[in-house]
């Protein structure tokens, strides 16, 4: 994981791999040290790497958004491989991480 702040204020994270029980803990402390050191307005989750998630990683973006939320910062996912925006549509979070409901959409990778 890599985590920068944009010119305009934003957070970028970069992942990488898997998220599941291995994983997932580690990434939630360096989100959660990203979230409240850089106070950002945005947060993107970029999971352009991501190969494989299972309902831990599923856990961390829900923990993440509401983390994000409660200190005023706008949370959203991009760019998630196909298995993985499916994973999201079958527990129907894709509108709350920001994504469109089906994967392929205009406008879903930025």
Do not use: C, K, Y
Request: charged residues 20%; aromatic residues 4%; hydrophobic residues 40%.
């Amino acid at each position: 994981m890599t985590a920068r702040r944009q010119a305009d204020g934003t957070t970028v994270v970069d992942v990488r791999g898997s998220l599941d029980a291995t994983t997932v803990e580690g990434l939630r402390v360096a989100m959660l040290e990203a979230l409240h050191r850089d106070r950002p307005r945005l947060m993107i989750l970029d999971l352009t790497l991501v190969t494989f998630m299972d309902s831990r990683g599923i856990g961390l973006l829900v923990g993440s958004h509401q983390s994000a939320r409660d200190q005023g910062t706008r949370f959203v996912v991009r760019n998630p491989s196909e298995f993985v925006h499916r994973q999201l549509g079958l527990t129907g979070l894709t509108g709350l991480l920001g994504l469109p409901s089906t994967h392929g959409s205009p406008g879903w990778r930025i």
